[in-house]
């Protein structure tokens, strides 16, 4: 019996040996489960033009009235250390109470935060007894810039005397903003800077031209510098001209009996008989214009030229080679290499003549004919082409 009564006392001293401690799991008054979510933050973030940012968390597992230790953790070299590390930014500690929107707010200065540049950030840091949440604020550029658009298009600037336009906003977390755009070039390093005339509010609108580069001078550099009280934020840009081109590479087959035209400007297929077909194909696969467009007083025309000619994409020596040549109103897709320059008259204005090339790349005989097609040597051209 005494043996019995001393396992007994054994098994009980084991069992309370190995409790585990009870942790209260949230409930509602219905004795329901609780379940929470993490918390979440927020922030308008800082650029180079604010003076102070603002972040917000949202603490779901607080309480309204709980009181958050808030501190700003920043890459540092500790004492005696030789890496950085992301350690508190003395001095930054601050406390920010729960609202009854579970929400708490602080916000900081740049000086306080020791931001001064693009590429600068803090972590954010709330901790209090019921939840916590961190937020990275990185200070970025108020000033965005694009590289030379036209209608829309980015466009490598050519030497022609057309203008192509950067496009500028200036974004202060802050605010809309509504100071000035100061635009600078300079054709080389060494070369002295020139101010030039900005157009628009806010997106900015700086003009650039081929005219604009010296002869033998190939490099632009600009400078697009926006400011707010204090503080300023300048953008730079480097821009090579090239000798002018086509714009748009496309590719097109024509089918006998199918889709035999094609809408060089819009890069779609149609039937031969189609108002808009710039060039169509015979059932004996010569390429022509479209019966219904000729019709209408346009014209195409082509003079045979090289592979290299094509993969070199100057437009003005492939126009120069068109004036030079005999231009056909037909092409033959298997005679010499394959390749033309062609020029398309839509209407009566200037801008309606385009010049391009286009390559055969697969004859099917009595079936089809495809090429790739090189056009657009005018930026008034890319309001059209698509």
């Known amino acids: 019996m005494k043996k019995i009564i001393s396992l007994i006392?054994?098994?009980?001293?084991?069992?309370?040996?190995?409790?585990?401690?009870?942790?209260?799991?949230?409930?509602?008054?219905?004795?329901?489960?609780?379940?929470?979510?993490?918390?979440?933050?927020?922030?308008?973030?800082?650029?180079?033009?604010?003076?102070?940012?603002?972040?917000?968390?949202?603490?779901?597992?607080?309480?309204?009235?709980?009181?958050?230790?808030?501190e700003l953790l920043q890459l540092q070299?500790?004492?005696?250390?030789?890496?950085?590390?992301?350690?508190?930014?003395?001095?930054?500690?601050?406390t920010a109470s729960v609202g009854a929107d579970l929400k708490a707010t602080i916000s900081y200065t740049r000086t306080e935060a020791k931001l001064s540049k693009v590429g600068d950030y803090v972590v954010v840091a709330f901790?209090?007894?019921?939840?916590?949440?961190?937020q990275r604020v990185d200070m970025i550029a108020a000033t965005t810039v694009s590289s030379p658009k036209v209608s829309g298009t980015v466009v490598d600037v050519a030497r022609t005397s057309e203008v192509a336009y950067f496009n500028a906003t200036v974004s202060p977390a802050s605010g809309t903003y509504t100071g000035a755009l100061v635009a600078k070039r300079k054709n080389g390093v060494k070369s002295a800077w020139q101010d030039i005339t900005v157009?628009?509010?806010?997106?900015?609108?700086?003009?650039?031209?081929?005219?604009?580069?010296?002869?033998?001078?190939?490099?632009?550099?600009?400078s697009f510098t926006s400011k707010l009280g204090s503080y300023s934020d300048e953008i730079t840009k480097t821009v090579i001209v090239r000798d002018p081109y086509f714009f748009l590479k496309r590719a097109a087959t024509l089918t006998v009996g199918g889709n035999d035209g094609e809408n060089l400007l819009l890069n779609t297929s149609v039937k031969a008989t189609d108002a808009t077909a710039t060039i169509a194909v015979s059932p004996t696969l010569i390429l022509q214009g479209g019966s219904a467009w000729l019709a209408a007083g346009n014209t195409i025309q082509f003079v045979p030229t090289t592979a290299a000619m094509y993969a070199e994409n100057n437009s003005n020596?492939?126009?120069?080679?068109?004036?030079a040549g005999t231009p056909t109103k037909t092409a033959s897709p298997i005679e010499g290499s394959g390749v033309y320059v062609f020029k398309i008259v839509n209407g009566p204005a200037d801008k309606d003549v385009y010049y391009g090339m286009l390559q055969v790349t697969n004859v099917v005989p009595g079936v089809s004919a495809a090429f790739n097609y090189r056009?657009?040597?005018?930026?008034?051209?890319?309001?059209?082409?698509?």
């Open 9 to 70: 006392f054994i098994a009980a001293l084991i069992i309370s040996c190995n409790k585990q401690d009870n942790y209260e799991i949230p409930t509602d008054a219905n004795g329901n489960v609780l379940l929470t979510t993490i918390s979440t933050t927020s922030t308008a973030g800082i650029t180079v033009l604010d003076e102070q940012f603002t972040v917000s968390a949202y603490f779901p597992n607080a309480k309204s009235g709980d009181v958050m230790n808030v």
């Open 77 to 94: 070299v500790p004492s005696g250390g030789t890496t950085t590390q992301l350690l508190p930014l003395s001095g930054t500690q601050k």
């Open 127 to 134: 901790n209090g007894a019921t939840d916590y949440a961190k």
């Open 199 to 222: 157009s628009g509010t806010n997106p900015f609108l700086i003009p650039i031209s081929g005219d604009d580069f010296a002869a033998g001078k190939d490099t632009m550099y600009y």
């Open 317 to 323: 020596k492939a126009i120069a080679a068109f004036n």
């Open 375 to 386: 056009i657009g040597n005018q930026y008034a051209h890319l309001s059209v082409i698509k």
